[in-house]
C-alpha cells in the first residue's frame, strides 16, 4: 500500500505498517490547513555588527536577546497551509482559513506547530553505544566508539541501525542531522538511501581516518579522496541529501589526507565539512604535539582549506582568541553539545564568546557521546552549563539555535529551520500536557517560551505527536508508527 494511501485527510496515520520507499513518496495534491498555535523565526539574526560594539561582551548579548525576543512570530490560534510537500501560508487561523476555502482541516488546538528540529551534530554508528560507564574523550573512542564502527563493515547491520537511527530522529521530532558514518562508504550509502525514502534533508559523509585507529577502520589520503568524491556525484543535491566532507577529527588523519579532503573541500563549494575541534585537553595536547608546525588546534584544519563557510566543528570548548576570531572570519559554525560536553566531563561552552566574535553556533546531541536524541533535553543541559557560566541561555535561544539559527548558519534557511511559504514542510506537533505532571507544571494558555523551557527540562519523546517531512506525516505517537517500519 503507498504511503499517501496511509496518510489520512487529518493527517494521522492510519494502524497499517508503513513501508515507504522512494516510489511511493507522492504527497497530497490536496491543499490542508492545521490549526494550532504556532512559533518560528521567520528570519535569522543580523551579523557582522560594528567592532565596537562587539568590543562589549555584554552588550552584544543584551541585543540579542532583544533579537530573539522581538523576531519569534507566535500564533496563539495558528494556521499552516501545505501543498505538495511545500509550506503555502501561515498565519492566524480566522485569517488564513478565509483563503482556503477548499483546504482539508486538521484542527490540533491546544498544541503547538514548530519548525523540524535540527541536530547539527551526531554518529549513527554511535546509536548502539549510547550510556556506556566511565570514559573521557580518547578513552571513550577507543574503548566503545572504534568497536561499535568496526561492525559496519557489515552493510547488512548498517541498514539495520541507519533505520533505528532514523526512527529516534522522528520521534523526537529531528527532521534533518548532521551525521558521522563510519570509514565504509557503504555505511554511509545506507544512510542516504534510509533517508532518501522519506525524502528526509540529512547531511552526511564518510568518516575519513587513515591513522591512530584500528587498522580495520583505517583508509588512506588517496582512498577518503576517491571515496568522498564518488559519494559526492552519488549524493550531494540528489533529492534532499547533502554531502559533508568528514575527517572525524585531526588525530586520526595524516597531512597528506588533510590536504586531499582539502581539494575536494575547494573544488565542491557548497559541500559542507564537518569534524571535532578542541574538546578536551589531553586532545588538544596530542594535536599540538601530531602537528608542530601549525599553530594550535584550529590552523592544522586552516591550512588545508577546510575552515570556510558550510564547516561544521564540533565541541570548540577550549579554543584560543585567535581561533574565536578566525572562526567568525571564515563563516564557519560551532556544534554545541552539551550533553555529551557533560558526560564526557570536556567543559562548558562559552556561548558569550562566540557571540561576540560573530561566530554561528548550533546545538547538537552528538550521540553517542551526547545523552540523548531530543533536542529540547538538549537545550535543557545547554541551559545547566551556561548556568554554571553564570550566563543562562534564554528559551528564545535555545530554540532560535535548534531551529532557525542552525539552519542560517548552515545556509539552509530557504529550505528548513522556519515556517515560512515555499520552505519544505519540515514540522513538528508538540502535546505540552502529555502526562500527569507536564499537565500540572503547563497551563493551557502557557506563553511559548514557558511551554518550551518546561519540556526542555521535564520533557522527553512523549511530547512530540506527531513529526511530518517533506508534507507527510513520518511519525505519529498515537499509533506509534514511523515511516521506516
Ligand atoms: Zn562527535
Request: hydrophobic share 40%.
Amino acid at each position: 500500500m503507498p504511503l499517501n494511501s496511509l496518510i489520512s485527510e487529518a493527517g494521522s496515520l492510519k494502524k497499517s505498517p508503513l513501508k515507504a520507499t522512494a516510489s511511493n513518496t507522492a504527497v497530497p495534491k490536496r491543499k490542508q490547513l492545521l490549526r494550532a498555535s504556532i512559533a518560528h523565526y521567520p528570519k535569522s539574526k543580523p551579523a557582522n555588527k560594528s567592532a565596537d560594539e562587539r568590543s562589549c561582551e555584554s552588550l552584544y548579548q543584551r541585543f540579542y536577546e532583544r533579537f530573539y525576543k522581538e523576531n519569534i512570530e507566535i500564533f496563539t490560534d495558528g494556521a499552516l497551509v501545505i501543498e505538495d510537500g511545500i509550506i503555502r501560508d501561515i498565519g492566524d487561523y480566522a485569517t488564513v482559513v478565509q483563503k482556503y476555502p477548499d483546504a482539508a482541516i486538521s484542527d490540533y488546538s491546544g498544541k503547538w506547530i514548530l519548525p523540524g528540529l535540527i541536530d547539527s551534530h551526531l554518529h549513527y554508528p554511535q546509536t548502539q553505544s549510547i550510556a556506556n560507564y566511565g570514559d573521557q574523550l580518547l578513552s571513550w573512542l577507543e574503548n566503545y566508539t572504534f568497536p561499535a564502527e568496526m561492525a559496519f563493515a557489515d552493510e547488512e547491520h548498517a541498514k539495520s541501525i541507519a533505520k533505528v537511527f532514523i526512527n529516534q530522529l522522528l520521534r523526537n521530532g529531528t527532521t534533518t542531522g548532521f551525521v558521522f558514518t563510519t570509514v565504509h562508504a557503504s555505511s554511509c550509502q545506507a544512510l542516504f538511501s534510509a533517508a532518501s525514502d522519506i525524502n528526509m534533508a540529512i547531511v552526511a559523509g564518510k568518516v575519513c581516518m587513515d591513522r591512530n585507529c584500528p587498522a580495520q577502520l583505517q583508509d588512506t589520503p588517496e582512498l577518503a579522496q576517491r571515496e568522498s568524491a564518488d559519494l559526492i556525484d552519488q549524493w550531494h543535491n540528489k533529492g534532499r541529501n547533502k554531502y559533508a566532507l568528514t575527517p572525524r577529527f585531526a588525530p586520526t588523519s595524516s597531512d597528506a589526507q588533510l590536504a586531499a579532503l582539502g581539494e575536494l573541500a575547494t573544488q565542491y563549494k557548497d559541500v559542507f565539512i564537518q569534524t571535532h575541534l578542541s574538546e578536551n585537553r589531553d586532545e588538544i595536547a596530542w594535536v599540538n604535539s601530531l602537528f608542530p608546525h601549525a599553530d594550535g588546534y584550529l590552523d592544522v584544519y586552516d591550512k588545508h582549506h577546510l575552515v570556510r563557510e558550510r564547516s561544521v566543528f564540533g565541541h570548540g570548548i577550549h579554543l584560543k582568541q585567535d581561533e574565536w576570531v578566525r572562526l567568525g572570519e571564515a563563516n564557519a559554525t560551532l556544534a554545541f553539545c552539551p550533553t555529551s560536553n557533560l558526560f564526557l566531563g570536556s567543559g562548558l561552552f562559552n556561548i558569550e564568546q562566540a557571540n561576540a566574535n560573530n561566530v554561528h553556533v548550533a546545538l547538537a546531541t552528538d550521540v553517542g557521546a551526547g545523552t540523548t536524541f531530543n533536542m529540547f533535553k538538549t537545550y535543557g543541559d545547554a541551559y545547566k552549563v551556561s548556568q554554571l557560566r553564570n550566563a543562562p541561555i534564554s528559551p528564545f535561544e535555545g530554540f532560535y539555535l535548534m531551529t532557525q539559527g542552525a539552519a542560517a548558519a548552515h545556509q539552509l534557511d530557504d529550505e528548513i529551520g522556519n515556517l515560512n511559504p515555499n520552505t519544505t514542510a519540515d514540522f513538528i506537533i508538540v502535546e505540552p500536557r502529555y502526562d500527569e505532571l507536564t499537565a500540572l507544571r503547563i497551563s493551557e494558555n502557557a506563553a511559548f517560551e514557558d511551554v518550551f523551557f518546561a519540556l526542555s527540562i521535564l520533557g522527553d519523546d512523549r511530547m512530540i505527536e506527531q513529526t511530518w517531512i517533506s508534507g507527510q506525516c513520518c511519525y505519529n505517537k498515537k499509533e506509534n508508527q514511523h515511516a521506516l517500519a
